[in-house]
């Protein structure tokens, strides 16, 4: 009994602490700015007022960075499921040697801090003319993507059985027809989830579209709230309506996968 009381205590305070700053923030979106610099956040929310999401779009056009955010996300996602899928099935399933130490290698990657690659990224993409523009965010966004998406698909491709793939192979299929006809459709759920994953990763990530974007045409949805700070004051009403913006579809997203995100990863920790 005093075990069941102390889970659900438990259970209640973290569920609190994850659900109070998102209810804080929508709050203040919703309060005029005067008030906010006045009183504060009211704990409970007065009569709503629409004035910060209105500047958002009217003023701020806050339009184009969903869009940009919307375009390298999900072009960096289809990349890394593409080329991550066969990368990972051709790990999980093929024998060679240094196989380990080249999983070892993918795992560095993302495991290497950002900040120190950002200089010597800039001038290589300076020089190939991709500053400012989507394909100068989505390839370093696939560098440190792409780990992620080989390492939960070698779990999945690890889970599946073999047989199948060697009745497909007896049948005259090759790797790559075996692949796409019978691995891809048993995995699809599992290649959902980390699709999902990937394009959360790449929706919230700030360095690389801060560091390599010179202007708002560019900017993604992380940097242009990072960027609405003004020369005397922040508008924080309108930098909780964009964060309420830019997270409300993630966390649709991640409510509505919550189950097959956590079973497509436990599932993916296991060895085959």
Request: with cysteine.
């Amino acid at each position: 009994m005093r075990g069941a009381i102390g889970r659900g205590a438990f259970l209640a305070v973290a569920l609190a602490a994850i659900v109070l700053p998102f209810y804080w923030a929508l709050v203040a979106s919703l309060t005029p700015e005067a008030q906010l610099f006045d009183r504060g956040v009211p704990l409970l929310p007065g009569a709503p007022v629409a004035d910060h999401y209105r500047a958002l779009f009217d003023e701020r056009d806050f339009l184009v960075p969903i869009r940009n955010s919307l375009v390298v996300a999900g072009s960096t996602t289809l990349l890394c499921i593409t080329l991550g899928s066969l990368c990972a099935y051709a790990l999980a399933r093929l024998r060679f040697r240094g196989k380990t130490l080249l999983l070892a290698g993918i795992l560095a990657v993302s495991m290497f801090p950002q900040i120190s690659i950002v200089s010597p990224l800039y001038l290589l993409l300076r020089r190939l003319g991709l500053i400012n523009s989507y394909p100068g965010l989505v390839l370093p966004y696939v560098t440190f993507a792409m780990p992620l998406t080989i390492w939960l698909l070698v779990g999945f491709f690890r889970q599946l059985p073999r047989d199948l793939e060697e009745a497909a192979r007896v049948d005259g299929a090759g790797r790559l027809r075996t692949f796409a006809e019978i691995v891809l459709p048993l995995a699809a759920p599992a290649v959902a989830t980390t699709a999902i994953l990937t394009f959360v990763y790449c929706w919230n990530e700030f360095l690389f579209a801060l560091s390599f974007t010179l202007g708002p045409e560019r900017h993604t949805v992380p940097v242009a709230i990072a960027l609405f700070r003004g020369q005397y004051q922040v508008p924080w009403g309108q930098v909780l309506a964009a964060a309420i913006v830019a997270t409300a579809p993630v966390l649709a997203l991640v409510l509505a996968f919550q189950r097959r995100i956590v079973q497509g990863l436990t599932s993916g920790a296991v060895k085959g």
